[in-house]
């Protein structure tokens, strides 16, 4: 019997965008995801791209306006939506939409009273990707894993702590070091507690000045973004590869801002360079 | 000074997303729309594709999910997606989703207590027209028209009754024939009254009937759409074309809904529909 439950599967492009929930151990929540499943031959088994969102995003914003879907039928990729934190009347939340609910930021955390549930690193890492295997026709030897601001954040953390399993990773405007932005002080001082020594896993330019690889990395990021001075600093990022020749294409684009009008303008961008390293 | 407010405005796709407001003397109240407008040359004029939207939607519908803006982009086209009806506290309303709010049916509304407000028709035949043209870069000489479901009746009913106006039509899943399904009995009944001769100027079969002529229609239609044996009824369509020998494609689309993911699926080929024609 399968794990999961069948929200909704509506036909597009050819192949089917479901939306699908499951009983979470990690969370001990229902979680919900959505998966684009390009039209296949039986039997097939298509690449991977998983896309992780930003605050205040379930799995529906992207699937709704990423526009990832004509591109990834072409190119036969597997889209998989996670949503960015358990959710419920029973777990904890913030009323600020940068902590809590909304706003998991891919840790696992430690602190109360966030530890019970608030686990999306293990989430993302081992829990769904073992259900994602089970469930879809998915080649889990081709995965690649991208994502906006928060998300982009949590795409690059978690491909740098595992290099062997992650092709190809990219990422929209991302939060490139919470140890140096306000977002992240107030998340993983939140979760983790106040030992900053405990931050360097869940921080991309950390990971890398402490050894983590990867094989190269690409970000579009629009110069009207208001969160890009004081939250996102992508020049940190920039430094951090250079110091160790980390390839990395950094698309500044002039005139745009933070939301998925930006997202969507480059996607295509984005998922041919997934597909190229798949 | 412009009567236009800027609610909002995204760089996307090289081009400009906006949403706008004014207050309108058609409908008595402030209505809102939305307006892509390509990347183009100083002093270009583009042609205009208007889109309307079904039962429930508001601008937003179609430009968060429609996908329209990659192709309208390398096109040249100027995409303008008006409200549904008019809205307020002030504004009559049903309860149900398919009267009132929402629900406006692209109708100058007789009877009350809609006649005030409800005017769709004249405000998209001329009041929003008259705008678009003082305030966007637009060639008025080149329009084309298209939308969905309530949408696609409105599309078509429009075109059929401005033939001078319009040189492109075409829709995703429209309603053919109010006058011969249960969405249409209640909403002509309500914002006209009992008298069916006064509804057949908002019914495209009727309007070929009685005489209207238009050059080609274009028409995608999922097989799997729940509304297509009680509402949609195309074949009425296909009858009452081939009566008078007006070119219409009909693309029945196996396993297709009633959703905005069939809607983007078929976007680009509308587009080039449009395009090829204005």
Do not use: I, V
């Given at each position: 019997m399968s794990a999961l439950k069948t929200v909704s599967e509506n036909k597009a492009f050819g192949g089917v965008q479901g939306v699908y929930s499951h009983a979470s151990a990690e969370t001990k929540t229902e979680m919900t995801f959505a998966v684009f499943v390009p039209e296949h031959e039986d039997g097939a088994r298509l690449p991977v791209l998983w896309y992780l969102s930003g605050l205040t995003?379930?799995?529906a914003n992207v699937m709704d306006k990423g526009e990832y879907r004509r591109l990834a039928s072409e190119l036969g990729l597997i889209i998989i939506c996670p949503d960015t934190s358990p959710r419920g009347d029973a777990v904890p939340d913030d009323d600020a939409y940068d902590m809590g609910q909304g706003a998991g930021f891919y840790v696992d955390a430690?602190?109360?009273?966030?530890?019970?549930?608030?686990r999306m690193r293990s989430y993302i890492e081992r829990e769904l990707p073992a259900l994602v295997a089970n469930e879809?026709?998915?080649?889990?030897?081709r995965q690649g894993i991208f994502g906006h601001s928060m998300g982009g954040h949590g795409a690059l953390t978690i491909a740098l702590r595992n290099p062997g399993r992650f092709k190809s990773v990219s990422a929209f405007a991302p939060i490139v070091s919470p140890i140096n932005c306000p977002w992240g002080h107030k998340a993983l001082g939140g979760y983790?507690?106040?030992?900053?020594?405990?931050w360097r896993d869940y921080d991309t330019c950390a990971l890398i000045d402490d050894g983590a690889r990867i094989s190269d990395i690409l970000i579009d990021q629009g110069?009207?973004?208001?969160?890009?001075?004081?939250?996102?600093?992508?020049n940190l990022l920039v430094a951090a590869c250079e110091r160790v020749a980390i390839p990395l294409t950094l698309n500044m684009r002039e005139g745009y801002d933070h939301s998925y009008f930006t997202i969507s303008t480059f996607m295509d961008d984005h998922l041919r360079w997934h597909a190229e390293r798949l």
């Open positions: 995003c379930t799995h430690t602190a109360e009273p966030w530890a019970a549930n608030f879809f026709p998915a080649d889990m030897k983790l507690g106040a030992d900053q020594s405990t110069t009207a973004d208001q969160f890009l001075e004081e939250q996102l600093k992508p």
